[in-house]
């Protein structure tokens, strides 16, 4: 048989076998049944291609736990709040500002939206300013504003679509570490990307106009 052929038949018995591989002693087993039917050639080929399909199926059950991870904080359990006690108007609409517990973003989208809202995203100056009045100096803030779906586009929780205001801070959004995602309001109360697991305070929107 000549190389080519033998190795197109080691490619169709990985691939036949592929889906059998979840663990050292299959990938043993594997390896013996393949030595007699390819030769000598082909078997360090077969070699190769397990310990590749290992090497993915180890970062398949690793993406796995971490999309679990992200579910679980999404989904965690926090107590409700009637919105019209809590919620104060500025401008023309309804805000909830933290001023007691910090929280990672996605913990804050949760708690905004059991409150009956969204994680606010200011949507002019005029407003940005009324928000600043009720904030405590010092202190940073999350937003309802991330780049998580595609870098450099920043998406409003709110609406789904492009934030309709954004005030930068000098030099943001630098993305630092890449891993810079979601917008908070800093103590200059100018916006910053920073990593979503960071734990800080938070402002919420009601939804709607009332």
């Known amino acids: 048989m000549s190389k080519s052929a033998s190795l197109l038949l080691c490619m169709l018995i990985v691939l036949y076998l592929q889906k059998y591989v979840t663990s050292d002693s299959n990938t043993a087993l594997l390896t013996q049944n393949s030595e007699s039917q390819c030769g000598g050639y082909c078997i360090s080929a077969i070699k190769l291609f397990?310990?590749?399909i290992a090497a993915n199926q180890q970062r398949w059950n690793a993406f796995d736990v971490t999309t679990l991870e992200c579910k679980a904080i999404l989904d965690r359990k926090v107590p409700k709040v009637?919105?019209?006690e809590y919620?104060?108007?500025?401008?023309?609409?309804?805000?909830?500002i933290e001023q007691h517990h910090r929280v990672n973003w996605f913990?804050?989208?949760?708690?905004?939206?059991?409150m009956g809202g969204y994680l606010a995203s200011p949507r002019s100056e005029d407003e940005l300013n009324g928000i600043k009045e009720k904030l405590t100096r010092d202190r940073y803030y999350w937003l309802g504003i991330s780049d998580l779906g595609n870098e450099g586009l920043f998406l409003s929780v709110a609406t789904?679509?492009?934030?309709?205001f954004l005030k930068w801070s000098s030099g943001e959004p630098n993305n630092r570490g890449?891993?810079?995602r979601c917008v908070e309001l800093r103590s200059d109360f100018l916006m910053n990307n920073n990593a979503c697991t960071f734990k800080t305070y938070f402002i919420c929107e009601a939804s709607g106009e009332s």
């Open 107 to 114: 913990s804050a989208t949760s708690i905004c939206r059991q």
């Open 178 to 180: 890449k891993n810079e």
């Open 87 to 96: 919620f104060v108007q500025i401008g023309s609409r309804f805000f909830y």
């Open 82 to 84: 009637k919105q019209k």
């Open 160 to 164: 789904g679509k492009m934030a309709s």
């Open 50 to 52: 397990l310990e590749h």
